[in-house]
């Protein structure tokens, strides 16, 4: 049974930081890669960023510079930093495993301008 949970969402000013983390069980973290994804209010679900099995990393254009993804394959964790943050940042983040289309339960992440 997989299970994703997520962690670290939060409420921060326009400009701060916040960082997520996302551990996974029921799976073999090491051979899949790992994702974020989020979703605004009335917006469809975005890939924010994509970490491989070989640690190549992708970024959407809106995160780029600012955000960075990450794993540690022996905490079976991926994590999201995310500085200087914006207020069009305010979303539900997902942590997901792409290869089985699978989500965890969100963690909110609000920024207020």
């Not at 996302?22 to 989020?38: E, H, K, L, Q, V």
């Not at 009335?42 to 809106?62: C, F, H, I, N, P």
């Amino acid at each position: 049974q997989v299970q994703l949970v997520e962690s670290g969402g939060g409420l921060v000013q326009a400009g701060g930081s916040l960082s997520l983390s996302c551990t996974a069980s029921g799976i073999f973290f090491p051979g899949n890669d790992m994702a974020w994804y989020r979703q605004a209010p009335g917006k469809q679900r975005e890939l924010v960023a994509r970490v491989t099995t070989s640690g190549r990393t992708m970024y959407a254009d809106s995160v780029k510079g600012r955000f960075t993804i990450s794993r540690d394959n022996a905490k079976s964790t991926v994590y999201l930093q995310m500085n200087n943050l914006k207020p069009e940042d305010t979303a539900v983040y997902y942590c997901s495993v792409p290869l089985i289309n699978y989500w965890g339960q969100g963690t909110q992440v609000t920024v207020s301008s």
